[in-house]
């Protein structure tokens, strides 16, 4: 994505505003990130479906470890106010509903889509302001 955001702001850019800098790195990475995501879905929908229902199991267990229970306990006694009326096996419980909810292959496409397109508006904005910064001291 990066590579490719910098080729595109650097590779025969006769212009050299910061706008359509701006427009063609959010260009590819609204591509990147669209055909990363939709294979992160085909992956986990079709290809390896096992691998996310792995993945619960095993958080699913670290979360029924004593240790974590103890740990929080602890979270619970050292900001009382924060966690007001909960227990720490109802702490267990949501942490547990959300490990359910979010490793499902519909949840991960949003999620991915948007940590992509954020990283690509990011890298763009950097790329773009660093070029412009190299251009105008050559």
């Known amino acids: 994505l990066i590579i490719a955001i ?7 850019n006769p212009t050299i505003s910061r706008i359509d800098n701006l427009k063609k ?6 591509v990147f990130s669209l055909s990363i ?4 879905y085909s992956y986990h929908k079709w290809i390896n479906p096992e ?4 993945k619960k199991q095993s958080l699913i267990e670290l979360s029924e470890n004593p240790e974590t229970l103890r740990q929080a306990k602890l979270n ?8 007001n009326g909960k227990s720490a096996q109802d702490l267990l419980e949501m ?9 499902k292959p519909a949840k991960v496409f949003p999620i991915s ?9 990011i890298s763009t904005l950097i790329i773009s302001l ?3 910064l190299f251009q105008k001291k050559t």
């Open 76 to 83: 619970i006694n050292s900001n009382p106010d924060f966690y």
């Open 51 to 54: 691998f996310l229902e792995n």
């Open 6 to 12: 910098v080729l595109a702001v650097n590779y025969q």
């Open 95 to 103: 942490q547990q509903e959300n490990i359910n909810d979010i490793l």
């Open 130 to 132: 660093l070029t412009n």
């Open 25 to 30: 790195g959010i260009l590819i990475s609204i």
């Open 37 to 40: 995501s939709f294979y992160f």
């Open 113 to 121: 889509l948007f940590s992509f397109l954020f990283l690509g508006m």
